[in-house]
């Protein structure tokens, strides 16, 4: 199978997320799309970083009705902050007969070259990447492919700081997502 995997903190997942996964399974070759919930971005400050599993049951709960669309913990088991090349190292020893790439935008693109081991990730894994605003994306890179895909200018932050001001912000989440962020209390 050819998985597409979308790293992220998903803090929370909103609507923008979920439309790029779900366009990226759909208009591909990719068979699914896995949302790979990081704990701990090396780049992120932990503010207003919600629980990794109160994440993931975020994830989960906007996805029910995909059913190409997977969730992954994975990282949960892997030392903090999460490195997306000891993820991937990992992933392709469990799943030996899958192939793995990376969706991402032309923002975390032009951020790459900071990652560890970069050139690595670069050499060895294919990477679809969706036009952000603002981000001029590098065509002359081999395994980078550029893929048009529709966008929702909304951030997570956006969202929790909406949600700290008690506004309604409902249609920016996945189904389900709101009722479920208000019954445990995030972001208040
Ligand atoms: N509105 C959006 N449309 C498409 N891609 C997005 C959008 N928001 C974030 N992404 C991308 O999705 C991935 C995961 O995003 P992330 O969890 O950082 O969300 P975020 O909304 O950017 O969060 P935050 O505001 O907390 O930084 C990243 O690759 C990010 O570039
Ligand atoms: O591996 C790295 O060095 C690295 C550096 C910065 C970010 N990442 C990963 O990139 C993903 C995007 O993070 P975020 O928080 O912007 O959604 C997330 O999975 C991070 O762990 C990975």
Request: a negative charge; charged letters at 25%.
């Amino acid at each position: 199978m050819k998985i597409g995997l979308y790293f992220g903190s998903f803090n929370p997942i909103h609507i923008g997320h979920l439309i790029i996964a779900n366009h990226f399974q759909n208009f591909t070759d990719l068979d699914q799309v896995w949302f790979v919930i990081s704990p701990q971005n090396p780049f992120k400050k932990k503010a207003s970083l919600a629980n990794e599993f109160d994440r993931l049951d975020m994830v989960e709960i906007a996805i029910k009705d995909y059913p190409n669309l997977r969730a992954s913990d994975i990282e949960f088991r892997l030392p903090k902050p999460s490195y997306t090349i000891d993820t991937l190292i990992h992933l392709e020893e469990r799943y030996p007969n899958d192939q793995f790439c990376l969706i991402m935008g032309s923002d975390n693109l032009k951020g790459l070259h900071k990652w560890k081991n970069s050139e690595i990730i670069l050499a060895k894994y294919p990477i679809y990447v969706y036009p952000r605003p603002g981000y001029v994306q590098d065509e002359s890179l081999e395994n980078v492919q550029i893929v048009e895909a529709p966008l929702m200018e909304i951030s997570s932050t956006f969202i929790r700081s909406a949600v700290k001001e008690n506004r309604n912000i409902k249609p920016m989440l996945p189904n389900g997502v709101w009722e479920h962020l208000d019954k445990i209390g995030l972001y208040k």
